[in-house]
T-cell receptor, first 113, second 114 residues
């Protein structure tokens, strides 16, 4: 069945550091891939998405490229800010298994000033 | 409304009682999802409604859990004979059509079973 594996946290970085959060997936179909973010005290919201291979999703300085050959969708940001402190979830959905979305376990990011 | 709303925001109940959690999706969204988020854990899929199709119930953890969606809009998640392990935040999300669409999440209902 489909699955999503993302790096365990917490990840602690200093402001302006480079961020990578790894995400790999297993899917039987041709999935769409998502990164969702949950800021402290707030609900989940979409950060970015990519719906086919080689697509790059980007938003708020974050980027992720859909790599079919490595089944990966790693999240990157060149220079993190304290306000990026949150929990980040990688997710997958496709047209097998009833269209449900599979979420990774989440990676908590702490950014220090 | 402007977003997905859920009620109540917090629910404290005694073990063995039944609870009902409500979700109002974004108007016009045909897909509705329920998830459970336990402390420090990821999101666990519970159930998915899409239009008039039969719901995907494959994530419901036991027959104590059920959900319905009336008129293609409001959904209610019911947990019968609650147990302490049911304590979690229950999240509802809706999306406009299919699986490539962004899901918009509600604020969640925090359920505590004593």
């Amino acid at each position: 069945g489909n699955s999503v594996t993302q790096m365990e946290g917490p990840v602690t970085l200093s402001e302006e550091a480079f961020l990578t959060i790894n995400c790999t997936y297993t899917a039987t179909g041709y999935p769409s891939l998502f990164w969702y973010v949950q800021y402290p005290g707030e609900g989940l919201q979409l950060l970015l998405k990519a719906t086919k291979a080689d697509d790059k999703g980007s938003n708020k300085g974050f980027e992720a490229t859909y790599r079919k050959e490595t089944t990966s969708f790693h999240l990157e940001k060149g220079s993190v800010q304290v306000s990026d402190s949150a929990v980040y979830f990688c997710a997958l959905s496709d047209n097998t298994g009833g269209f449900k979305t599979i979420f990774g376990a989440g990676t908590r990011l702490f950014v220090k000033a | 409304g402007a977003g997905v709303s859920q009620s109540p925001s917090n629910k404290v109940t005694e073990k063995g009682k039944d609870v009902e959690l409500r979700c109002d999706p974004i108007s016009g969204h045909t897909a509705l999802y329920w998830y459970r988020q336990s402390l420090g854990q990821g999101l666990e899929f519970l159930i998915y409604f899409q239009g008039n199709s039969a719901p995907d119930k494959s994530g419901l953890p036991s027959d104590r859990f059920s959900a319905e969606r009336t008129g293609g809009s409001v959904s209610t998640l019911t947990i019968q004979r609650t147990q302490q392990e049911d304590s979690a935040v229950y999240l509802c999300a809706s999306s406009s059509t299919g699986f490539t669409d962004t899901q918009y999440f509600g604020p969640g209902t925090r359920l505590t079973v004593l």
